[in-house]
């Protein structure tokens, strides 16, 4: 008989937990924030609190910390966009705390995530405005927002972004002229600050995939929500991340919806929740599975449940994404 060592170094051990803050649970916006163990399908377990009720909110994470930012408060007088930070531990469970401000306000950010930066690109400022503001984060520490660059348009409503351990990825978007929904995607280099560079297209025009992120760290996987007329899309894309290119088709939820959250670890990316609007608007409690590196439809991963269940334009991410 022998021992058999645990595999990977050190800081790759005993992760793997997704987080998720639902956003909008009909008929406001929550405050709630759930956790989930990628590799290992299940439902969600409650985590904590955020600092305030809010929804179309950004995400982002280190292997410890996760970020919340960004996002919409409906219910306030007036209806406000805001531009807080707010970061958990995520190895634990408790309420969220306050890390500082971005440089810009706005519901559905996007952002990227390496070991040490959260990279947060554009938001929906209102009224109907567009930003092309990028600006960024140290993760490990507190305080406002700095400059980064920009985008190559100012966007609201981009698709989950996608990040590898070099460069954070943006895709999709809306802007104020026609064709409106856009099949852009493009990059930053997560180290040094600057404007984002053209990668290549979607396969479609699309936007408002929820917070989060789908990538190992050499593929990205985008959600694809909406591509207006039709906002009940199911389509998954896919992108080689280290070689720009036009992204190719990896498969199909289980049903067209829009506002979809995600989060990954280097084997899995789950999508949760969501909502369809015909016949009706439903808000689902449904997460859903890919293996990345491969090809095909999800697969059942398990129920959003509790005070998170049944919701839309919340944001997801987890300790151990394609960026660390």
Same mark, same amino acid.
């Given at each position: 008989?022998?021992?058999?060592?645990?595999?990977?170094?050190?800081?790759?051990?005993?992760?793997? &937990?997704?987080?998720?803050?639902?956003?909008?649970? =009909?008929?406001?916006?929550?405050?709630?924030?759930?956790?989930?163990?990628?590799?290992?399908?299940?439902?969600?377990?409650?985590?904590?609190?955020?600092?305030?009720?809010?929804? *179309?909110?950004?995400?982002?994470?280190?292997?410890? &910390?996760?970020?919340?930012?960004?996002?919409? $408060?409906?219910?306030?007088?007036?209806?406000?966009?805001?531009?807080?930070?707010?970061?958990?531990?995520?190895?634990?469970?408790?309420?969220?705390?306050?890390?500082?401000?971005?440089?810009? #306000? %706005?519901?559905?950010?996007?952002?990227?995530?390496?070991?040490?930066?959260? #990279?947060?690109?554009?938001?929906?400022?209102?009224?109907?405005?567009?930003?092309?503001?990028?600006?960024?984060?140290?993760?490990?520490?507190?305080?406002?927002?700095?400059?980064?660059?920009?985008?190559?348009?100012?966007?609201? *409503? /981009? +698709?989950?972004?996608?990040?590898?351990?070099?460069?954070?990825?943006?895709?999709?978007?809306?802007?104020?002229?026609?064709?409106?929904?856009?099949?852009?995607?493009?990059?930053?280099? /997560?180290?040094?600050?600057?404007?984002?560079?053209?990668?290549?297209?979607?396969?479609?025009?699309?936007?408002?995939?929820?917070?989060?992120?789908?990538?190992?760290?050499?593929?990205? $996987?985008?959600?694809?929500?909406?591509?207006?007329?039709?906002?009940?899309?199911?389509?998954?894309?896919?992108?080689? /991340?280290?070689?720009?290119?036009?992204?190719?088709?990896?498969?199909?939820?289980?049903?067209?919806?829009?506002?979809?959250? =995600? +989060?990954?670890?280097?084997?899995?990316?789950?999508?949760?929740?969501?909502?369809?609007?015909?016949?009706?608007? #439903?808000?689902?409690?449904? /997460?859903?599975?890919?293996?990345?590196?491969?090809?095909?439809?999800?697969?059942?991963?398990?129920?959003?449940?509790?005070?998170?269940?049944?919701?839309?334009?919340?944001?997801?991410?987890?300790?151990?994404?394609? %960026?660390?």
């Amino acid at each position: 008989t022998y021992m058999v060592p645990p595999g990977g170094n050190t800081r790759e051990r005993n992760r793997g &937990r997704g987080f998720f803050a639902p956003g909008f649970v =009909s008929p406001t916006q929550s405050n709630v924030i759930n956790f989930l163990n990628i590799q290992s399908s299940g439902n969600t377990e409650d985590f904590g609190d955020l600092t305030v009720a809010k929804y *179309a909110l950004g995400s982002g994470a280190s292997s410890t &910390r996760g970020i919340f930012h960004g996002g919409y $408060l409906p219910s306030s007088s007036p209806d406000t966009d805001i531009n807080s930070i707010e970061f958990i531990t995520i190895a634990t469970t408790g309420n969220a705390t306050d890390f500082g401000d971005r440089t810009v #306000v %706005g519901r559905n950010p996007a952002a990227a995530s390496s070991s040490t930066r959260v #990279v947060m690109a554009a938001g929906h400022p209102s009224p109907n405005s567009y930003t092309d503001t990028i600006d960024f984060i140290t993760t490990a520490t507190t305080g406002n927002a700095s400059d980064f660059g920009n985008l190559l348009s100012a966007t609201n *409503a /981009m +698709c989950n972004a996608n990040n590898s351990p070099t460069r954070g990825i943006f895709s999709g978007g809306n802007q104020p002229s026609s064709p409106y929904n856009q099949n852009v995607i493009q990059f930053v280099t /997560m180290a040094s600050a600057g404007n984002a560079s053209d990668f290549g297209d979607l396969t479609v025009n699309a936007r408002d995939a929820a917070g989060g992120t789908a990538s190992s760290n050499t593929r990205g $996987l985008i959600l694809i929500g909406n591509s207006n007329p039709n906002n009940n899309l199911n389509t998954v894309d896919f992108i080689t /991340m280290a070689s720009a290119g036009n992204a190719s088709d990896f498969g199909d939820l289980f049903t067209g919806r829009y506002s979809v959250s =995600s +989060c990954s670890n280097s084997n899995r990316a789950v999508f949760l929740a969501g909502r369809t609007t015909s016949p009706s608007i #439903v808000y689902q409690n449904a /997460m859903e599975f890919v293996t990345i590196a491969t090809t095909g439809n999800t697969s059942d991963f398990g129920d959003i449940i509790g005070s998170g269940s049944g919701s839309s334009a919340g944001a997801a991410n987890s300790d151990s994404h394609g %960026g660390l």
